[in-house]
């Protein structure tokens, strides 16, 4: 009875432990541009060839029509310069990926030397960014470190603030955020990483060595 309960159950713990394959690492922005999915994937509509049907008429004698996925993002396709590789080497210099944004032009975009996590669609057959996935990097004492940001709420339970890194870091603080309200300003910009001055010149305390927020990264994805 065990071994036939063992035997129906075996491939449900085995689909549910299915991990996603995250390729990360440290690159530079090499050109980015905004697509038309519908034109990108191809997905035009099919027009009706016969508006009023007739006794006697078929499906043979019309097409229905077939609407494209109604998108909320906006969509690019970017192409990225290979620094370092820190997750699933694919052996490439330059990378090409997709990647959707509600809120306009990917954040990711605007970061110097960001880590991109990416994921393969062999279906369509191209990489894709994981959505709003990407963290800072900055050399620090020859040595790459990874900036914590309000994106790094979602991973904060997958990392070890024992193995955080002393540093000091001149950042500039986004044109919009606005330092005078204290809740927001902890949240996005925690004092325990930043020192945020009332000129807004702020400096970075702390990070994380870049291998270890990758680890919290992928775990979250895979969560």
């Given amino acids: ?86 997750h699933n080497n694919v052996e490439k210099d330059t990378i090409e990926f997709v990647s959707f944004d509600h809120y306009g032009i990917p954040a990711a975009f605007n970061s110097k030397t960001p880590i991109l996590y990416l994921g393969y669609n062999e279906k369509k057959g191209e990489y894709f960014q994981y959505k709003y996935q990407f963290d800072d990097a900055f050399i620090y004492k020859n040595k790459w470190v990874g900036i914590y940001n309000f994106r790094s709420n979602f991973i904060s339970e997958y990392l070890i603030d024992d193995k955080l890194i002393k540093v000091r870091i001149s950042y500039n603080l986004p044109e919009e955020f606005d330092i005078n309200n204290s809740e927001i300003r902890e949240k996005y910009f925690p004092s325990k990483f930043y020192k945020i001055k009332n000129n807004r010149k702020t400096t970075l305390i702390k990070a994380f060595d870049v291998n270890d927020l990758v680890e919290a990264r992928v775990k979250s994805i895979n969560k």
Avoid: H
Avoid at 8 to 24: H, L
Avoid at 39 to 58: A, C, H
Avoid at 66 to 81: F, H, R, S
């Fill in 1 to 86: 009875m065990f071994l036939r309960l063992l035997f129906f159950i075996t491939p449900f713990m085995c689909f549910a432990q299915e991990s996603k394959t995250v390729y990360a690492f440290i690159g530079e922005l090499l050109e980015y541009k905004k697509v038309d999915y519908i034109e990108y994937y191809n997905l035009k509509k099919k027009v009706i060839s016969k508006v009023t049907l007739e006794v006697g008429d078929t499906s043979t004698y019309y097409e229905t029509i077939k609407n494209p996925p109604i998108l909320m993002d906006e969509m690019y396709l970017a192409k990225y310069k290979i620094i370092k590789w820190l």
